[in-house]
């Protein structure tokens, strides 16, 4: 069973904007001078938060979705207003604990997906839930 839960986590606070500088033409191969310029400055909140009332933040723990860009110690930007569809990356709570994960509805069949081929598929038995929290929109990396 599906449960959209809309009550939990504490969304963003979203303040006065704090604006950073985006440069522009920064390649990642051979270096050119000529494109090194500022372009504007910009909130991040305006670029990794459309829906600041339903927009949450968690830290990723574990291997399972490193394929998919989102590896350990990453922060990701969750959407609670955004629909859970099949092939989105969403936090869910399984039996108590939280997950990130793939989600797949076909078929009749709902499932949360690893990227990781060394994690098996959460399938989900008769009297099980799955709460699904909001779906991952952005992942901020950490070096």
């Not at 860009?69 to 959407?79: A, E, F, M, R």
């Not at 989900?124 to 699904?132: I, M, P, W």
Request: proline fraction near 6%; glycine fraction near 8%; charged fraction near 25%.
């Amino acid at each position: 069973m599906l449960i959209l839960d809309y009550n939990r986590p504490t969304p963003v606070q979203v303040g006065e904007p704090i604006l950073i500088p985006l440069y522009s033409g920064v390649r990642a191969g051979f270096p050119s001078p000529a494109e090194d310029f500022l372009l504007k400055r910009i909130d991040l909140s305006d670029e990794l938060i459309k829906h600041p009332e339903a927009t949450f933040l968690m830290r990723i723990k574990g291997h399972s979705m490193a394929a998919a860009g989102i590896d350990d110690g990453d922060i990701v930007v969750v959407d609670k207003s955004v629909k859970p569809e099949h092939g989105k990356i969403v936090i869910a709570c399984v039996d108590g604990e939280f997950t990130c994960k793939r989600l797949y509805m076909m078929a009749g069949i709902t499932k949360l997906q690893a990227v990781n081929p060394d994690f098996k598929d959460i399938l989900f038995k008769d009297g099980q839930t799955l709460e699904v929290w909001g779906v991952v929109t952005s992942c901020i990396k950490q070096f």
